[in-house]
């Protein structure tokens, strides 16, 4: 892969020469596959799957004829395991991809060549579509959309909405108290986080985030790990102010999610009418029932002491053990609850982890069996990237293998719903992968037709 970078009007543009230059055929033709539906918890008898543009056209236990005119690339499958591509519904990327550090002191520019970068590594871990949630990522989805790097859809929430100390400030001490006239800190003239106190002015940074182009807007709820002044306990936003956030986003037909990890901060959200929680690792009963009785999702998060864990020290460490203690017992209230529960990594301020991002996946079969995390990780995330409706970038059936579905695929040596390690890597076991009928990666045996 080249990329070549350049400035145009003040604007830098980065440009993957490889996803301009590489063919993409009218139509594919997978020969001889046993399909992961999304859905099922068991494979399909050998199939073929015919591809056209980017749609799933045809699935046939009988072999598939094109017409030589279609420009078919033919892959032989020889038995191995064709699935929807994945989706991480709590990603961010633009923020795993630098240190806080880096983030409040470097130039811009490079953090969007970082990014840029690590876009394309997460859709050669086969993840054809992320839910980013805050961070500057605008233009970044403006370049893989227009095909100048390669990379996964993303649905944007733009700027996570915090309130003064909370867990979107990442102000220095010095910086406060700020002046009523005083400029904006370097997370918000990123577009990192914003910091809005009041009715008045949480409306104003929504519709500012809609106005960029936000799918889903976010909202911190309660204190976080990595943020420095918030303790875990401490609960962020009245229910007056998570309401106005939730009336102006449906009025732009989408919706809210928060962070939070507590009974008060959760309910006081879900009280004001915000459809999805995130994270939620130190719930109780009494809140995973409300969730049940309000249909409420809870995007969550394997967040374990393991080796994916981000490095800390000091109060943060004590942070993150309350939240990994937490964890357990949020999954089981889940399952106990019927709650719908969607899956994400929330890899933030640390390069080196993204690499794992398939394993942490591997890391929900301490809850769920491995049919059931796949399905969690496609058709259902699917599910919750559903729910910004017309505000969604992208229009179609995702998540699934099924004909009229776009065609974000994988095709895997060997059987995840027996050994879903193969998802930890991806190097070895995605023979192909494809997003929106275009393949990226293709390590078969393939013929035209």
């Known amino acids: 892969m080249r990329w070549v970078a350049f400035v145009v009007g003040g604007l830098l543009l980065v440009v993957s020469v490889k996803a301009q230059l590489a063919p993409h055929p009218q139509s594919v033709l997978f020969e001889n596959v046993r399909i992961f539906d999304g859905q099922s918890a068991q494979l399909s008898t050998p199939k073929h799957v015919l591809v056209e543009g980017n749609k799933i056209t045809r699935i046939s236990s009988q072999p598939i004829e094109v017409m030589p005119s279609l420009n078919a690339v033919v892959i032989q499958g020889e038995g191995r395991t064709l699935m929807p591509g994945l989706i991480d ?13 880096q983030l409040l002191t470097a130039d811009v520019g490079y953090i969007n060549l970082r990014a840029a970068q690590e876009a394309e590594r997460t859709l050669m871990r086969g993840f054809t579509s992320v839910r980013d949630l805050s961070g500057p990522v605008f ?49 918000e003239s990123l577009n990192g986080g914003v910091i809005a106190d009041g009715v008045a002015e949480v409306r104003k940074r929504v519709r500012e985030q809609l106005m960029l182009g936000a799918s889903q807007i976010k909202l911190a709820a309660g204190g976080g790990v990595s943020s420095a002044y918030d303790p875990i306990d401490v609960a962020q936003y009245s229910e007056e102010e998570f309401r106005a956030a939730v009336d102006a986003a449906d009025n732009w037909g989408t919706y809210v999610t928060v962070h939070a990890y507590t009974p008060k901060a959760i309910q006081t959200a879900i009280n004001a009418g915000v459809k999805v929680i995130e994270h939620g690792q130190l719930m109780d009963e009494a809140t995973a029932q409300l969730m049940a009785e309000k249909g409420v999702w809870l995007s969550g998060q394997a967040f374990l002491a393991n080796e994916y864990s981000n490095p800390t020290q000091g109060e943060a460490k004590v942070k993150q053990q309350q939240v990994a203690q937490g964890t357990d017992n949020a999954f089981k209230l889940a399952k106990q609850y019927g709650l719908k529960v969607a899956w994400g990594t929330d890899i933030l301020f640390n390069p080196a982890m993204t690499k794992n991002q398939g394993a942490i996946l591997t890391t929900m079969t301490k809850w769920y069996t491995p049919a059931e995390v796949l399905s969690m990780a496609t058709s259902g995330n699917a599910a919750l990237l559903a729910l910004s409706g017309k505000r969604s970038p992208y229009q179609g059936k995702l998540g699934v293998i099924e004909e009229d579905a776009i065609a974000d695929i994988l095709l895997v040596e060997g059987n995840p719903l027996e050994n879903l390690d193969l998802i930890a890597e991806p190097d070895a076991h995605f023979v192909v992968i494809m997003k929106n009928g275009k393949i990226y990666k293709n390590t078969s045996e393939t013929t035209g037709y």
């Open 89 to 101: 519904a709590h990603w961010h990327a633009m923020l795993a991809t630098v240190s806080v550090p």
């Open 139 to 187: 233009g970044l989805k403006k370049a893989i959309d227009e095909g100048i790097v390669a990379g996964p859809r993303i649905w944007p929430s733009g700027a996570m909405i915090s309130q003064t100390g909370g867990h979107g400030d990442f102000r220095m001490r010095y910086e406060v108290p700020a002046a009523n006239n005083a400029g904006l800190s370097r997370g």
